[in-house]
């Protein structure tokens, strides 16, 4: 864990990053903070896990790793720290608690939920499970434990299509979200109906045509853009090229020129040389990538936010690592079921 030792290293750290992004004012300000940030993680053996989604003075200052909430459980289960501090939202914290349940796992805000997460309950999935018995669940990363407990395997936006594949199921039941369980049917080629919970919809009826059965849940970021938004910025912007996070519908990442999981988009943004790019994401991601290439032109939607994941900041880490807050558990019962579904889907890459 490399230490920076003065406020004014933090603060020309910080402003070679992001002197284009975050007003000089408020990145001496944020210095501080994250010094004391660094000099309380040092003392106490903690590690911080920075989603790609955080604000830029927190993400160019702080983590230890960033990435996806996936990439971070798993940089957390190698490291020998007693504390993981999850800048993210709760179930990516929940996650790193079910892979590391030895360790204290930190949520700086008790605020930071998730409209995807939140939209699916166990006693649901029980449901759907008594409705279609046999067939296999599938469940996005983005949700509770106990919803995690209740299925086969998890997925991430990024795998979706070849843990689908690997099931070798006639049919799944992919839960919660509406808009990647689409995408992900669409690029399989499989029918997708949304039987919901409702004792009086029909579809077990074998005979009806469909192999993947999912549920209304949305985030409610990614479900606001907007084929119209890509129209309007493309008439402006003739050159750019536009990347949807697969939370988006299927008219949205079919109108866009890639479609990939946070970290997919990071990668082709590096890798490829256009002029200008739109993200179809958090907000902040695009001030993320933008300070990381300097070299190229970001273009951000920033009307649609993600409410849970600015309640993270620099503030509430440092109150966590002060105050010991807010504890992550997961009941033993639950941890060790949800446990085999990340590990079945580990197990495939
Ligand atoms: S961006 Fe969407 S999926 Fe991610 S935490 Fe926010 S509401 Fe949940």
């Known amino acids: 864990m490399e230490a920076i030792q003065s406020i004014e290293d933090m603060y020309q750290n910080m402003k070679s990053a992001l002197k284009d992004v975050v007003p000089d004012v408020e990145l001496r300000y944020k210095a501080e903070l994250a010094v004391e940030i660094n000099r309380l993680k040092k003392e106490k053996n903690a590690v911080i896990l920075g989603h790609n989604y955080m604000e830029p003075a927190l993400y160019f200052s702080i983590p230890d790793f960033k990435g996806d909430s996936l990439e971070l459980s798993r940089q957390a289960a190698q490291t020998d720290n007693s504390i993981i501090v999850f800048c993210g939202v709760k179930f990516m914290a929940e996650t790193a608690k079910i892979i590391n349940p030895g360790k204290t796992v930190l949520l700086p805000s008790r605020k930071a939920g998730c409209s995807l997460a939140a939209s699916i309950t166990a006693d649901d999935v029980r449901q759907l499970k008594a409705k279609f018995p046999g067939v296999p669940v599938v469940t996005y990363i983005n949700t509770y434990a106990d919803v995690k407990a209740e299925s086969d395997i998890c997925c991430t936006s990024g795998n979706a299509v070849a843990v689908v594949e690997s099931l070798k199921s006639d049919t799944v039941i992919f ?40 549920w209304k849940g949305r985030c409610e970021v990614h479900e606001k853009f907007t084929v119209g938004d890509i129209e309007a910025v493309r008439k402006q912007f003739p050159d750019v090229v536009i990347l949807a996070h697969p939370e988006c519908s ?38 993320n990538i933008a ?3 300097p070299d190229k032109e970001m273009l951000r939607l920033c009307s649609v936010r993600c409410p849970h994941m600015n309640q993270i900041t620099l503030e ?29 889907m580990l197990a495939i890459g």
């Open 291 to 293: 300070a990381a290439n």
């Open 175 to 214: 839960i919660p979200d509406e808009y990647l369980a689409k995408n992900v049917a669409r690029e399989t080629g499989k029918h997708i109906i949304f039987p919901g919970t409702n004792p009086g919809s029909t579809y077990t009826d074998t005979s009806l045509d469909y192999q993947m059965i999912g």
């Open 250 to 287: 299927p008219e949205v990442t079919s109108a866009s020129d890639f479609s990939g999981s946070t970290s997919a988009m990071i990668r082709y943004i590096e890798k490829t040389a256009a002029s200008r790019y739109l993200l179809l994401t958090e907000c902040d991601m695009g001030d």
């Open 316 to 344: 509430d880490t440092l109150k966590s690592l002060q105050n010991n807050q807010y504890v992550i558990e997961v009941p033993e019962e639950i941890r060790v079921r949800a446990v085999k579904s990340i590990e079945r």
